[in-house]
């Protein structure tokens, strides 16, 4: 039983169309507007690396708790780990947008600043390259190792690949607490190097698990729907909406009490990040936010009858991809940008990102098996009930 | 009153479960099942359904609602006083107590629920057919007057199940 993924040829031309039709908007808008195509470019690759974070963290988790339930699916999670080394080529792509994004990096703003020179030492760049490099190289072996260790699952079978994948995935979790962290921190508070907060990372550490599951349960029912993991049950989705939830919850934990903190400490320094946020036309954004990624998967993924529903998860795991465009549209537009500003710029860089997402993913689903062979749990998987 | 029941006692969780399987289809009555932890299974094979999530649901709606007007009402309405320049209607710190307020809502009132519907009390004698079931042991009980039926002996259907031991007791509420 060698079911394969096959990708249409309506898919392919879709996903290289979208990819062309994005590399023309982006091309433009560097010639016309090199600071908001800079963000953008920050936004989405950030965005759909997240989503790969993310996947790569949940299937981590699955090996470490040895789940028996998600095993045939693990497949999904693997496949969009592939994105991580493209994300990788265009974040370097950041050495020339740096004195558009981070005015650490212009020396003449740091002569003149004592806080910039102070923070100096860590915020100059040629160390956030070089931290840039690490982040990845570690994210790269440990992708490859934990795909890799599936694929040979498959042609040897026995315990070991089982035990292996186990024991990557646990230096795989601890490596990822630090590098995505201090990547965040990097990345995105660095657009404001004045401000810090040391929830940043873990609420950009939970909306990337939590955002990265959605879409491995969106592509799960879309695969579905198309025909394969005809073994999908409704256990399957209550567990699916159960991670969902679960994520929902700890999202809005943080998020909320990082504005919560904030809110109530009421120091300048620290109150300015969301002073910017609810003025300047963000605050409608700053309320959709919590709607979007907490408000609405709470609700509806609260009730058995709506989590067991494939529309209803599906509807919501897009709507939570658009959550995590939102989320992050309003870390990072805010500093750069200063105003809201939407337009064919950010659909053109969304469509562009998107198509080469799901070409990459696609591509990598396809080359292997759909469903693992020698997994220890895969009986459990297919025939997966509970009460 | 012919208070004597039938008592099967399991090693595990299968074989216990096959054995609820087998006598129900046999036709035999099952007056209760004994485990040292919950079982799903065993709750769906004896017919009973719980609206428990739903009250408990119900409960952290109230808590919520209830902790979020009783403290606008007092922060707001019948004493206001300036906190650090804050607005009186500080709704974000609500927030902080609404959670803690509801947790502890939906946990007391499921407790009493829950005693409430289980007839459990302070006190309460009980019936314990066998006592190892609340160490590691699964036993399953039959009213003995309700054991005997034409589809054979109800020993014989529980020890080919892979029971350890079956036996006859009277049942005493136990202080």
Not at chain 1, 239 to 262: E, H, K, V
Not at chain 1, 333 to 348: D, H, K, L, N, Y
Not at chain 2, 20 to 41: A, C, D
Not at chain 2, 96 to 119: E, G, M, N, P, W
């Given at each position: 039983?060698?079911?394969?993924?096959?990708?249409s040829?309506?898919?392919?031309y879709?996903?290289?169309?979208?990819?062309?039709?994005g590399a023309?908007v982006?091309v433009?808008?560097?010639?016309?507007?090199p600071?908001?195509?800079?963000a953008?470019?920050?936004?989405?690759?950030y965005m759909?690396?997240?989503?790969?974070?993310?996947?790569?963290?949940f299937?981590?988790?699955?090996?470490?708790s040895?789940?028996?339930?998600?095993s045939m699916?693990?497949r999904?999670?693997e496949a969009?780990?592939?994105?991580?080394?493209?994300?990788?080529?265009?974040?370097?792509l950041?050495?020339?947008?740096?004195?558009?994004?981070?005015?650490?990096?212009?020396?003449g703003v740091?002569?003149?600043?004592?806080?910039l020179q102070?923070?100096?030492?860590?915020?100059?760049?040629?160390?956030f390259?070089?931290?840039?490099?690490?982040?990845?190289?570690?994210?790269m072996?440990?992708?490859?190792l934990?795909?890799?260790?599936s694929?040979s699952e498959d042609?040897?079978?026995g315990?070991?690949w089982?035990?292996?994948?186990?024991?990557?995935?646990?230096?795989?979790?601890f490596?990822l607490?630090v590098?995505f962290?201090?990547?965040?921190?990097d990345?995105?508070m660095?657009?404001?190097?004045?401000?810090?907060?040391?929830l940043?990372?873990?609420?950009n550490?939970v909306a990337?698990?939590?955002?990265?599951?959605?879409?491995?349960?969106l592509?799960?029912?879309i695969?579905h729907?198309r025909g394969?993991?005809k073994?999908?049950n409704?256990s399957?989705?209550?567990?699916?909406?159960?991670y969902i939830?679960m994520?929902?919850?700890i999202?809005g934990?943080?998020?909320?009490?990082?504005?919560?903190?904030?809110?109530?400490?009421?120091?300048p320094?620290?109150?300015?990040?969301?002073a910017l946020?609810?003025h300047?036309?963000?605050?409608?954004?700053?309320?959709?936010?919590?709607?979007?990624?907490w408000f609405?998967?709470?609700?509806?993924m609260?009730p058995?009858?709506?989590?067991?529903?494939?529309?209803?998860?599906k509807t919501?795991?897009i709507l939570?991809i658009?959550?995590?465009?939102?989320?992050l549209?309003?870390q990072?537009?805010?500093?750069?940008?200063?105003?809201?500003?939407?337009?064919?710029t950010?659909?053109?860089?969304?469509?562009?990102?998107a198509?080469?997402?799901?070409?990459i993913?696609?591509?990598?689903?396809?080359?292997a098996p759909?469903?693992?062979?020698?997994?220890?749990y895969?009986?459990?998987s297919?025939h997966?009930?509970?009460? | 009153?012919?208070?004597n029941?039938?008592?099967?006692?399991?090693?595990?969780?299968?074989a216990l479960?096959e054995?609820?399987?087998?006598?129900k289809?046999?036709g035999?009555?099952?007056?209760e099942?004994?485990?040292?932890y919950p079982?799903?299974?065993v709750?769906?094979?004896m017919g009973k359904?719980?609206?428990?999530?739903?009250?408990a649901?119900l409960y952290?709606?109230?808590?919520a609602l209830?902790?979020l007007?009783?403290?606008?009402?007092t922060?707001?309405?019948?004493w206001p006083?300036?906190?650090?320049?804050?607005?009186?209607n500080a709704?974000?710190s609500?927030?902080?107590?609404?959670?803690?307020?509801?947790?502890?809502?939906?946990?007391?009132?499921s407790?009493?629920?829950?005693?409430?519907?289980?007839k459990?009390?302070?006190?309460?004698?009980?019936i314990?057919?066998?006592?190892?079931?609340t160490?590691d042991?699964f036993?399953?009980?039959f009213?003995k007057?309700?054991?005997?039926?034409?589809?054979?002996?109800?020993?014989?259907?529980l020890k080919g199940?892979?029971?350890?031991?079956v036996?006859?007791?009277?049942?005493k509420p136990?202080k």
């Amino acid at each position: 039983m060698d079911t394969k993924v096959k990708i249409s040829k309506g898919f392919q031309y879709t996903a290289i169309a979208m990819i062309v039709a994005g590399a023309a908007v982006i091309v433009y808008s560097f010639i016309a507007n090199p600071g908001r195509a800079w963000a953008n470019l920050l936004l989405n690759n950030y965005m759909f690396l997240s989503l790969a974070i993310g996947a790569s963290f949940f299937i981590a988790i699955q090996h470490i708790s040895q789940s028996g339930w998600s095993s045939m699916f693990k497949r999904v999670p693997e496949a969009m780990m592939a994105f991580v080394p493209y994300s990788g080529i265009i974040m370097l792509l950041l050495y020339f947008g740096m004195k558009y994004l981070y005015h650490w990096a212009d020396p003449g703003v740091v002569a003149a600043d004592a806080v910039l020179q102070h923070k100096s030492p860590y915020l100059n760049i040629p160390f956030f390259f070089i931290r840039m490099v690490l982040f990845y190289i570690a994210w790269m072996v440990m992708t490859q190792l934990l795909r890799r260790a599936s694929l040979s699952e498959d042609a040897q079978g026995g315990m070991m690949w089982f035990e292996k994948s186990e024991f990557y995935s646990k230096v795989h979790i601890f490596l990822l607490a630090v590098t995505f962290s201090f990547a965040s921190f990097d990345w995105i508070m660095s657009l404001e190097p004045h401000w810090f907060s040391t929830l940043f990372s873990l609420k950009n550490f939970v909306a990337a698990f939590f955002h990265g599951s959605a879409t491995v349960v969106l592509i799960v029912i879309i695969l579905h729907e198309r025909g394969y993991f005809k073994e999908l049950n409704k256990s399957h989705m209550l567990d699916f909406s159960r991670y969902i939830f679960m994520l929902c919850t700890i999202w809005g934990y943080f998020a909320f009490s990082q504005f919560m903190l904030i809110w109530y400490g009421n120091i300048p320094e620290e109150t300015e990040y969301f002073a910017l946020r609810w003025h300047s036309g963000f605050k409608v954004i700053f309320y959709v936010n919590f709607l979007i990624n907490w408000f609405l998967p709470f609700v509806f993924m609260l009730p058995q009858v709506l989590n067991k529903n494939i529309k209803v998860v599906k509807t919501i795991a897009i709507l939570l991809i658009f959550g995590q465009y939102l989320d992050l549209y309003e870390q990072i537009f805010p500093a750069v940008m200063g105003s809201p500003i939407f337009g064919i710029t950010e659909i053109g860089f969304f469509i562009g990102f998107a198509g080469l997402f799901l070409f990459i993913t696609a591509k990598a689903l396809a080359a292997a098996p759909l469903i693992p062979k020698n997994h220890p749990y895969l009986e459990e998987s297919l025939h997966h009930h509970v009460h | 009153m012919n208070n004597n029941h039938i008592i099967g006692v399991f090693d595990d969780e299968d074989a216990l479960m096959e054995a609820v399987h087998e006598v129900k289809q046999k036709g035999f009555v099952i007056g209760e099942i004994y485990t040292p932890y919950p079982i799903h299974e065993v709750i769906e094979a004896m017919g009973k359904k719980t609206r428990f999530t739903f009250a408990a649901f119900l409960y952290g709606l109230f808590g919520a609602l209830g902790i979020l007007a009783f403290m606008y009402y007092t922060a707001v309405i019948d004493w206001p006083v300036n906190y650090g320049g804050k607005p009186t209607n500080a709704f974000p710190s609500f927030i902080v107590v609404a959670v803690v307020i509801t947790i502890l809502t939906v946990t007391i009132l499921s407790l009493f629920t829950f005693s409430a519907r289980a007839k459990i009390y302070p006190g309460k004698a009980y019936i314990l057919p066998d006592a190892r079931s609340t160490d590691d042991k699964f036993v399953m009980i039959f009213d003995k007057s309700l054991s005997v039926n034409n589809s054979g002996d109800l020993e014989g259907v529980l020890k080919g199940k892979g029971a350890v031991e079956v036996y006859e007791k009277e049942l005493k509420p136990q202080k």
